[in-house]
């Protein structure tokens, strides 16, 4: 069975710092991992993937996330909060052929002027 | 180019009666994936429907049912509904049965279903 954890429900940060969110997961087989953004009383948009290509992923808005192996992490990481990042940040995963995510519970990212 | 459509938006349902929701896919996808948001929570995969069938389901009872159609839209069908099943539906569309292009999905934005 595969499974999300996601380290704190709320992350705050200023305007210009550093955004470091938490992913860590477990599957039996080599997994495909992926960073999703939800917006209030929005869906969920894919910022970026990890397929088993390259470790480092680069997505949308300045986001980049990096496949450990070794330490089963993708964390996603931004050089520069803007206050347009504001939102939840969601991790998931999924290991089977049928493209079936597993999620974890979702980090709020707030950012303060 | 359309995405992932959902309707309706918002519902209000009483406890013992039924729903039903309705997804429309992004253009060129043939999966159809449900999965349930409740407050707070990460959202949680119900079922998926490729080729009118159920191909894959989630950790849900019965009262969950759904229905794919050769236009590959899809409904969610919830009976005897309990308050615990207030929560934010969500669609999410795929192409294919292997490779990496179907493990993207795209969601919609969502219908909100509130049991009193």
């Known amino acids: 069975a595969q499974s999300v954890t996601q380290l704190g429900s709320h992350v705050s940060v200023s305007e210009g710092a550093l955004v470091l969110l938490r992913c860590n997961y477990s599957?039996?087989?080599?997994?495909?991992l992926f960073w999703y953004v939800q917006y209030p009383n929005q869906g969920l948009q894919l910022l970026l993937k990890?397929?088993?290509?390259?470790?480092l992923v680069k997505g949308i808005n300045g986001f980049e996330a990096e496949f450990k192996k070794s330490e089963t992490s993708f964390h996603l990481t931004k050089p520069s909060a803007h206050m347009s990042d504001a939102a939840e940040y969601f991790c998931?995963?999924?290991?089977?052929?049928?493209?079936?995510?597993?999620f974890g519970k979702g980090t709020m990212l707030l950012v303060s002027p | 180019d359309a995405g992932v459509t959902q309707s309706p938006t918002h519902l209000i349902k009483t406890r013992g009666q039924q729903v039903t929701l309705r997804c429309s896919p992004k253009?060129?996808?043939?999966?159809v994936s449900w999965y349930q948001q409740a407050l707070g929570q990460g959202p949680q995969f119900i079922f998926q429907y490729y080729e009118e069938e159920e191909r894959q389901r989630g950790n849900f009872p019965d009262r969950f049912s759904g229905h794919q159609f050769p236009n590959y839209s899809s409904e969610l069908n919830v009976n005897a509904l309990l308050l615990g099943d207030s929560a934010l539906y969500l669609c999410a569309s795929s192409w294919g049965t292997g490779g990496e292009g179907s493990y993207e999905q795209y969601f919609g934005p969502g219908t909100r279903l509130t049991v009193t």
């Open positions: 990890y397929t088993s290509a390259a470790t």
């Open positions: 998931a995963v999924t290991d089977s052929g049928y493209s079936t995510l597993t």
């Open positions: 599957s039996s087989v080599p997994p495909y």
């Open positions: 253009s060129g996808h043939d999966t």
